[in-house]
């Protein structure tokens, strides 16, 4: 089998190179390609190689974009950072995913998985029109704005205005980037499944915070990191220490 790895990060393309090689040494990695343009290069230089394994955020774009442009559809396993919720899209569509950071007995089930598939191919909609679904989907399911209820009143806040979301008291509270407060009928659990998990990041049993919120970020005992949000109140949010390497990741995707 013949396959490419197209992934921005050089370390993970390397050790998810090492994995593959491990689990299967008849396995040929033709190329390791950094960028949607580099992979684009290749393939119009190249024959279709028997699988692909597609990083969906790159430097210069997304998988999508690389697949669209290409004259050839490509088996693909995609590795990605999103969350469960997110991946739902990719089971209802049929396309395999690998969550990072990939371990090998995942791989080693994707492979499987793959070869059987090749055996026996899908039946359906074609490959750019599952993607069109998946894009769709995970575009249009996260919560976009919330309706707040103030006196006799409502008033819309939109998602992109949101710094954190917080428990306290018996209530959840969401605070805007301008620092203004609402009351909303949510719970944190609720939250979690509903906001985009590219923005929005649940660091322990109190808080969920929007990236571009965290103006501070300091180690702390235990393992754990410290955080200082904006607009905020001194406070000291504490991410879980079975939390923080996921944070990281996320952090730095």
Known sequence: MKVIIVEDERLS???????????DSTITVLDILPSVQKAAEWFRANSCPDLVFLDIQLSDGTAFDLLKSL???PPVIFTTAYDEFALKAFNYNSIQYLLKPIEMDELDKALEKFKAMDRQPLEGTSLPDRLEQVQKTIKNEYKRRFLIKIGDQ????????????????????LKTREGKEFLIDYSLDQLEDILNPLDFFRVN??????????KEI?????SRLLLRLAPGDGSEIIVSRDRVNHFKRWMDS
């Open 71 to 73: 004259t050839v559809s």
């Open 154 to 173: 409502y008033q819309n806040v939109e998602v992109s205005q949101v710094a954190y979301v917080y428990y306290h008291d018996g209530s959840c509270l």
């Open 13 to 23: 393309a390397e050790r998810l190179r090492h994995l593959v090689l491990k689990i």
């Open 205 to 214: 049993r109190q808080f969920i915070v929007k990236a571009d919120a965290i």
């Open 218 to 222: 300091h180690t702390y005992f235990n």
